[in-house]
């Protein structure tokens, strides 16, 4: 069975300085992985996405991952984070490439101070 | 071109009573799959339709089913509410059970 393991829960982060959000999965097989984000009261928005190919991925709002097979992880990053980017952030992972079978993660939430 | 919509927004039930939840997918997409998010937690698959049929089923009773119609749109049924069915219901759909699926906003649903 496929899992997701956020290690962290909260960070809190201030205007401009960089951010990493950690992501460590489970899954047998060649792992379909996302980033999505969610505001208060939301859905989901899909930031990213991993297939195969290149392991360094590029998404919305200046958003990257590394997908690094050897670690289990899936990092998402952004060099200079704004206000805006306050928001819960969740990983996923997906059988095949059903990204409608997904199995997520609990969560980070992200505060950015000013 | 719309995206996926959901009903109602919020919705206050008592246990033991039924529920009914509506998504509607963004045009074009043939797939609706449906989440419960708890307080505080990840999404949780609930199951997914393809072309009017279940196509898979994560770890929830049978009193959770389901229903797409021809026009794609879906239903989520919860029969004998209990509390912990409290939680956010999102639905989402994808093109041919692929590579993206798009959300909804979700509905809140509350037991009492």
């Known amino acids: 069975a496929q899992s997701v393991t956020q290690p962290d829960i909260h960070i809190t982060v201030s205007e401009g300085a960089s951010l990493e959000l950690r992501c460590n999965y489970s899954?047998?097989?060649?792992?379909?992985l996302f980033w999505y984000v969610q505001s208060p009261g939301q859905g989901l928005q899909l930031l990213l996405k991993?297939?195969?190919?290149?392991?360094l991925v590029q998404g919305i709002k200046g958003f990257e991952a590394e997908f690094k097979r050897s670690q289990s992880s899936f990092n998402l990053r952004k060099p200079s984070v704004h206000w805006s980017d306050a928001a819960e952030y969740f990983c996923?992972?997906?059988?095949?490439?059903?990204?409608?079978?997904?199995?997520f993660g609990d969560g980070t939430t992200l505060t950015v101070k000013p | 071109e719309t995206g996926v919509t959901q009903s109602p927004t919020h919705l206050i039930k008592t246990r033991g009573q039924q529920v009914t939840l509506r998504c509607s997918s963004q045009?074009?997409?043939?797939?609706v799959s449906w989440y419960q998010q708890a307080l505080g937690q990840g999404p949780q698959f609930i199951f997914q339709?393809?072309?009017?049929?279940?196509?898979g089923r994560g770890n929830f009773p049978p009193r959770f089913s389901g229903l797409q119609f021809p026009n794609y749109s879906s239903e989520l049924n919860v029969n004998a509410l209990e509390l912990d069915d409290s939680a956010l219901y999102l639905c989402?759909?994808?093109?041919?059970?692929?590579?993206?699926?798009?959300f909804g906003p979700g509905t809140r649903l509350t037991v009492t």
């Open positions: 989402a759909s994808s093109l041919e059970h692929g590579y993206e699926q798009y």
């Open positions: 899954y047998g097989a060649t792992p379909y």
């Open positions: 991993y297939f195969s190919g290149d392991t």
């Open positions: 996923a992972v997906a059988p095949g490439t059903n990204a409608g079978k997904s199995t």
């Open positions: 045009s074009g997409h043939n797939t």
């Open positions: 339709y393809y072309r009017e049929e279940e196509n």
